[in-house]
C-alpha cells in the first residue's frame, strides 16, 4: 500500500530503492507520531478500597465468574464465618454493585477512594464523593459510592467505616465532565432501588444478550466417567479441532 508498497511510480520519483525507503519509513514516522497523540488508552476511575480484615489468611477459598448472567462471587471462611462477595456492572441502572455478606460473626469494614490527580474526596451522608482528573486531557469525573449496611456507618475525612454489620452493600457510579458538562457532579446519579431489585434488572438484561449463543461440548465418555472440574473440561474442550465454529457461534450468536 501507501507504506510498504514500492513500484515504478516510486523510482522515477525518489530515483532509487533506497531513497525511496528512507521517505516511506519518514511518512510511517510523521502519521504514526500524528496518531498516537490522538489515541489514548482508557484510564480507570480510581481504586475504591475496601478492607476487610487484618491479614489474608483465610480457608476455603473459591472465586466463581457467572458469565450467563455477568456476576463475579468470592466465598471463603475466616474468624468462625463464611464470607460471600458479590460484584456486578449494571448497565440498566448505571451502576457498580459491590455486596458483602458474614452468616456469623459481624465484621468492620473500611471504604476510601484511591486516584492520582484527585481534586476533591468527601463523605458525608453514607455517600463517598470524589472529583479528579484524567492523566491524559484533564478531562474531569466524578465518583460517588454509597454504602448501606445493617450496622453503623460513620464517615471520616472523605471515607466510610462500617461497625457490627453481617451485610453491606456498595454502590459505585460514575460520571465525566465529556457527558454530563459542567454539571457532571450533579448529574452523576446513585439508583434509588434496593440490591435485589438491581440484581434482577441486571440479570434479566445481560443474560438476554449472553443466552443468544449456546455451547454443547461434543460428547465424549472421558467427560461421563471421570469428574472434573469445568476448568478441565474447558482445557480438554479447547484441543478439539472444529475451524472456529463454537467461536463463531459464541461472538455472532
Known sequence: GLITGINSQHLETFLTIENTKDT???LAENLSGSLFQKIRCYESAGKLKISLHENNVCRNYKHELDLINGCAKITYSKDGSNFTRECF??????????????????????????????????SENNIITA???????????????????????????????????????????????????????????????EYDDIKTTHTEDFSSLMKRADIDVPHDPYFEEIEMSMRRKASRFNRLVDDGLVLNQWQLG
Not at 92 to 116: E, K, L, W
Not at 158 to 184: C, K, P, Q, W
Open 24 to 26: 516511506k519509513f519518514e
Open 89 to 122: 456492572a449494571s448497565f440498566p441502572d448505571d451502576v457498580i454493585v459491590y455486596r458483602v455478606t458474614s452468616d456469623n460473626h459481624p465484621f468492620n469494614a473500611r471504604v476510601m477512594y484511591d486516584r492520582p490527580r484527585v481534586i476533591e474526596n468527601s
Open 131 to 193: 472529583t479528579a482528573q484524567t492523566i491524559w486531557g484533564n478531562h474531569k469525573y466524578c465518583v460517588k459510592a454509597k454504602v448501606t449496611s445493617d450496622g453503623k456507618i460513620t464517615a471520616q475525612k472523605g471515607e466510610l467505616y462500617v461497625e457490627n454489620a453481617r451485610n453491606m452493600y456498595v454502590y459505585i457510579s460514575i460520571g465525566t465532565e465529556f457527558r454530563h458538562g459542567d454539571s457532571y457532579i450533579e448529574n452523576t446519579k446513585l439508583p434509588d432501588k
